[in-house]
């Protein structure tokens, strides 16, 4: 049986991190997919740079809405999203080479780049917030 | 690996079992992965067609079919079960799945990636480059889903298992989470599908 105390624990609210860093995460996957729809060639930059100026403000948002949290397992959360940011590092290298192999240069590379380091910092703060907002502080 | 005490409630009765903590990552596979995204690398360095083909046709149907079995057929047996037996198979599943789904997922992905690339699907003058913008489109929120909520919760509750006493309601809510998202993944895949097929036989 789950007490009421267990379940209210479980329910408590918290700020909406999980939903802005999908939406971050959303804007990044337009602005990717966007830019990759048009390979070889080059795309119009207008569109992934607004995506990439939404997501990075909204990862933002999601920070600065966490950091105002006092009851929060800060410590749990550094480890998981240093863990997390380490994986996701090896991984952005990777996807980071495929793009320099195919030849992409320039501005349309710039943007991904940028495009892939948000999308680097967004998840492990994903990561770290879903396991630290079940641990207790004390 | 240290013996951890633990308390799990059965039938009202707490009780308190003896056993090793949740592994959350099992680094025994660690080397199997490794081999895995090596071989990876090599198909799409070389460009080997076969290669390519291989690990996008055998990655994605292992994870369609893998979601499809989590979400509409494994979801709702767990979802009968009693929480101890629910806890016992959430602590044996989950640490596999760490490593299984992503491995997965960046076959599937990076091998598509380039093997459109080879074939000249990605190009713009490609007859029927509008469905693979949409494939894009389709990859594209299932990608949001899986980081966003799937991957999230299954390593949360990996850390809430391995507590000496787990709060059943919180184990209970990530595990509905999981399940419910691996199905929406599974779901989109048929879609994907549907697209991967046209193109293939277009």
């Known amino acids: ?138 | 690996m240290a013996v951890a005490e633990q308390r799990v409630p059965v039938a009202g009765v707490e009780i308190r079992v003896e056993e090793r903590p949740v592994e959350i990552l099992p680094v025994k596979a660690l080397p199997v992965v490794a081999a895995i995204v090596g071989c990876l690398v090599a198909a799409i360095g070389t460009n080997s067609h076969w290669a390519l083909d291989f690990f996008h046709v055998a990655g994605g149907g292992v994870w369609t079919a893998l979601d499809l079995f989590l979400g509409l057929l494994l979801g709702p047996i767990l979802g009968s079960m009693a929480l101890p037996g629910r806890i016992e198979l959430t602590k044996k599943l989950m640490p596999k799945m760490v490593l299984i789904v992503p491995t997965l997922v960046t076959m599937t992905l990076a091998s598509g990636f380039q093997l459109a690339r080879y074939n000249g699907m990605l190009s713009t003058s490609y007859p029927q480059h509008a469905w693979v913008v949409a494939s894009f489109a389709v990859v594209s929120v299932m990608a949001v889903i899986a980081i966003g909520l799937l991957e999230p919760a299954n390593i949360a509750v990996l850390f809430e298992l391995r507590k000496p006493e787990p709060n059943g309601a919180v184990i209970e809510k990530l595990m509905r989470r999981f399940i419910f998202t691996a199905g929406i993944i599974g779901m989109m895949q048929i879609a994907t599908l549907v697209i991967m097929t046209w193109l293939a036989s277009s």
Do not use: N
């Not at chain 1, 329910?11 to 971050?24: F, I, S, Y």
């Not at chain 1, 060639?41 to 100026?53: F, R, S, T, W």
């Not at chain 1, 105002?68 to 990777?94: C, D, K």
């Open chain 1, 1 to 138: 049986m789950i007490g009421p105390e267990e379940r209210a624990w479980a329910d408590r609210t918290m700020p909406p991190v999980t939903a802005l860093g999908m939406v971050a995460i959303a804007f990044v996957a337009g602005g990717v997919s966007f830019v990759a729809a048009y390979l070889p060639k080059h795309a119009p930059l207008g569109p992934p740079i607004a995506c990439l100026v939404v997501s990075v403000a909204v990862l933002v948002a999601a920070v600065l809405l966490l950091a105002r949290e006092r009851e929060f397992a800060w410590r749990r959360f550094f480890q998981v999203a240093g863990w997390a940011l380490l994986a996701y590092i090896v991984i952005a290298g990777m996807i980071e080479y495929a793009i320099v192999y195919d030849q992409t240069r320039g501005p349309v590379l710039a943007v991904m780049t940028l495009l892939l380091v948000t999308f680097t910092l967004t998840v492990p703060v994903l990561l770290g917030f879903t396991v630290a907002r079940f641990q207790r502080t004390s």
